[in-house]
């Protein structure tokens, strides 16, 4: 029997891991993706069969990769991208429940809404519950993305981790560009409600190590064919969060990125 996750910030379980097997057989097969791009995404190990947590008997599982195993404490951002999440395939009523989803939080206005998290700071994580997540306005994105990078979770973050994380040539920031420029050519998918999940150990500078920050892309489940078609839709909201990430880390430093966007 499965159990639960120790660092999962969102996300579900039913049906839909169906549609998610079936992407990355497609992507694991792929020879048109690129070397530095396959390791955006998580290592597909194929399927196990397990015990279904509704007692049903052995189901198929997917077999991934643990993306936070080499983390102790990790701090998560996970990073809904896109204005529209829903799929040309899904029922009217999943279409209607998205649509009103995406106009009540930031996906429509931003491109982009935070689903989960989980910040570290020595008294424990700062873990939200759901619904204040889903209430976040454009400021509340901003606070988040500087407590992400902060050595406190209060109303006036430091921001102290900021360059290493954000910046140089192996910050998340840098990260989020390459993927940015592979969007602007790829028109094999379209990734429908599809995360970026930012994480990294704050413990690694309390030991004077260097910072180990990864920049994921998680949730296939509603993966489209492109039909030679580049998708606008998760390359809007990916410009969006960087251009959101790039004034955090200019204003840690005094200097701004935006002529890289």
């Not at 296939?220 to 880390?249: M, R, T, Y």
Request: hydrophobic letters at 35%.
């Amino acid at each position: 029997m499965l159990k639960v996750p120790e660092h999962q910030v969102a996300g579900h379980d039913d049906e839909r891991g169906t549609r998610e097997l079936t992407f990355y057989h497609s992507f694991s097969s792929n020879t048109r993706i690129p070397h530095h791009i396959r390791r955006f995404f998580p290592v597909f190990h194929g399927t196990q069969l397990l015990k279904a947590s509704d007692g049903s008997g052995l189901r198929p599982h997917l077999v991934l990769q643990d993306i936070t195993s080499d983390h102790l404490n990790p701090s998560i951002l996970d990073i809904k991208i896109g204005s529209r999440t829903w799929y040309l395939e899904a029922s009217n009523d999943y279409i209607q429940n998205c649509f009103h989803r995406d106009k009540t939080t930031t996906t429509v206005s931003l491109g982009f809404r935070i689903c989960g998290l989980q910040i570290y700071n020595e008294s424990g994580f700062w873990k939200p519950g759901r619904k204040l997540v889903r209430n976040f306005t454009a400021d509340d994105v901003r606070s988040v993305l500087r407590k992400f990078v902060s050595s406190n979770v209060g109303p006036e973050p430091d921001c102290c981790f900021a360059r290493s994380v954000y910046g140089g040539c192996d910050g998340i920031l840098e990260r989020l560009l390459e993927l940015k420029t592979w969007f602007e050519d790829q028109t094999m998918y379209h990734f429908r409600s599809c995360s970026v999940l930012l994480l990294f150990d704050k413990e690694s500078f309390l030991r004077g190590k260097t910072p180990f920050a990864e920049v994921k892309l998680i949730d296939f489940a509603h993966v489209e064919d492109g039909n030679g078609v580049i998708d606008h839709n998760f390359l809007g909201g990916l410009c969006s969060f960087i251009k959101f990430v790039s004034q955090v880390l200019a204003d840690s430093k005094g200097s701004t990125m935006e002529d890289k966007i």
